[in-house]
């Protein structure tokens, strides 16, 4: 074909095919480029003036999947390409924005940050400059892009060290003194139990009292119900294997060019019993359902399918019946109460597998002969009930309004600690206990549950102040007794969290100044050159860069 071109190259017909093929190439493949730069969309990313080509984005993360491979590690490409398309802009935007802070980044600076690096020294800690080019070399750098990208993150450390002193060393001071604050409550548990109620409700008062508090008397639902169970054992004792049996299934069998018959004879004996017991299980089972579906009576359908039958009488859902925890005595009977609260009353369930007492296999199923609904018991059936839980709620109300008797004197300037004795209560000293709830004492087990319950409210209020709270059946009425401030604290404590808090803050200042410099040096991506540089990866779902 190309000698063909070569010899007849004048011809008018070769010209005009070199021509459409010409305009074939550039209508195909390259007039989507063209459009691109006379659009002004050739770039993949454009941070103001900077614009990253497809070529440059490709580089950069053809050379992080080199690494990546070269020290073992997996590479999920979506996070890599949103990895460097946030290295991209993040370096970019800190360079424009280093310009116009006026950073200058001399060759003695570079010099003292590079030397500085762990990895570019020897033995004795000295610079070495075959290290650094070994390590140029290995990933593929130039030295001049590793001395660009050197002096961005110089910018980056300078702006950032710069932000440490913007408008936070006071609130870091704040934070840091909040954080180790320490608080001790004077305590008074308030036991309803302990008070006496000397007075009797009439009728109409107790009658009203069991009205107003109806759920105190409700009755749960309960049920009643048979469980139909077939033993395995009692279906395999009446398998037969023929001989004619085995023979047809040796036949079958894919092994039998390489095995006698003999030779596989228990093998398919095993096999097929199992087949022809798991047959007649379903068969029968599917018997029983549609015996009882068709209204014949549990004692003859139990009677005719050999089935053990077990009564189980008045059950809650909770299964507290003690009657029914001695029957139930199964690896399943959570199963059985959980299906027979899933039926109606006269109706079955499907057959389940389980085990009996035995740990041999079992198939059951549930028939549900009644249901006792929910239901509020009569006043004249639980009148002592309601005199007693009468007693109850008056006994609360006492202790309730000694609590609240309390916290309104404390917070008028009395002392927990002082009504208490004159009100023949016990006051306790609680632990030492910070923001969190946690506690250093050893003793601190006793106060455990009302810390983890009062430590945020007690944190809000100022030392003197009381309130009260119930906790585990007890009213706890309290007093902020002392606060211990950060300077009574460890000060390595101190330091550390305020080092690490400042670093937090000073990274919140550092993102929320590249994002409105993302704004200011507008960054535009353009998304269908990078799904084409990314060679269709799907970046549908990488979000947005800030």
């Not at 130039?142 to 913007?166: D, G, N, R, W």
């Not at 007693?388 to 006994?395: A, G, L, S």
Request: hydrophobic content about 35%.
């Amino acid at each position: 074909m190309l000698e063909f071109i070569r010899r007849h190259s004048s011809s008018i017909g070769v010209k005009i095919f070199l021509t459409i093929l010409a305009l074939t190439f550039v209508f195909c493949f390259g007039l989507p480029d063209v459009i691109r730069k006379l659009s002004g969309k050739d770039y993949l990313v454009k941070i103001g003036k900077v614009r990253i080509s497809p070529a440059a984005f490709k580089q950069e993360r053809a050379k992080k999947i080199n690494m990546l491979k070269s020290s073992n590690r997996n590479i999920d490409e979506k996070s890599l390409t949103s990895g460097i398309l946030h290295q991209i802009i993040w370096e970019n935007i800190i360079d424009l924005a280093s310009r116009d802070f006026g950073f200058i980044v001399s060759d003695g600076t570079m010099k003292e940050y590079i030397g500085g690096m762990h990895m570019f020294r020897d033995e004795r800690g000295r610079f070495n400059a075959s290290l650094l080019r070994n390590l140029l070399y290995k990933l593929q750098i130039p030295e001049q892009m590793f001395l660009e990208l050197s002096k961005k993150e110089i910018k980056s450390a300078l702006i950032k060290a710069a932000l440490k002193y913007v408008a936070i060393t006071n609130e870091i001071d704040l934070y840091t003194s909040a954080h180790l604050e320490k608080r001790k409550l004077s305590l008074v548990e308030l036991n309803p139990a302990s008070f006496e109620v000397k007075e009797k409700p009439s009728v109409d008062k107790l009658m009203e009292f069991y009205r107003n508090n109806s759920d105190l008397f409700m009755v749960e639902e309960f049920r009643s119900f048979q469980i139909l169970e077939l033993s395995e054992l009692s279906v395999e004792k009446d398998i037969v294997l023929a001989e004619e049996d085995l023979k047809e299934a040796y036949e079958y069998a894919p092994e039998r060019k390489e095995r006698t018959y003999e030779e596989m004879k228990t093998e398919l004996s095993v096999n097929l019993k199992q087949e022809k017991l798991h047959s007649r299980i379903n068969e029968i089972t599917r018997q029983i359902e549609d015996t009882l579906m068709a209204g014949e009576s549990v004692e003859n359908v139990a009677k005719k399918f050999n089935l053990r039958v077990t009564k189980v009488e008045n059950v809650n859902g909770q299964n507290k019946n003690a009657k029914s925890q001695e029957v139930l005595k199964v690896s399943h009977k959570n199963d059985i109460i959980s299906i027979a609260f899933s039926i109606d009353e006269g109706t079955d369930s499907s057959f389940s597998e389980g085990q009996d007492d035995k740990e041999k296999r079992i198939f059951w199923l549930v028939h549900l002969d009644s249901v006792t609904p929910k239901h509020v018991e009569e006043f004249e059936k639980v009148s002592d009930k309601a005199l007693q839980e009468w007693i109850k709620d008056q006994q609360h109300r006492k202790a309730l309004a000694m609590a609240n008797d309390f916290v309104a004197k404390i917070n008028e300037g009395g002392s927990l600690e002082k009504l208490a004795t004159e009100n023949g209560r016990i006051s306790n000293t609680s632990p030492a206990f910070d923001r969190s709830g946690a506690v250093t004492d050893d003793k601190s087990k006793k106060f455990a549950d009302i810390i983890s319950v009062i430590y945020k409210e007690a944190f809000s209020k100022n030392k003197g102040d009381g309130s009260q709270k119930e906790i585990n059946g007890k009213i706890v009425a309290y007093q902020i007794k002392d606060i211990i401030s950060s300077e009574q604290n460890d000060s390595k404590d101190a330091a550390k969290y305020r080092t690490n808090l400042s670093q937090e803050m000073t990274d919140d200042l550092y993102q929320e100044l590249v994002g409105y410099l993302s704004k200011k040096y507008e960054v535009t991506i353009n998304y269908e050159m990078l799904k084409e540089s990314t060679e269709g990866l799907d970046t549908s779902e990488l979000g947005e860069i800030f």
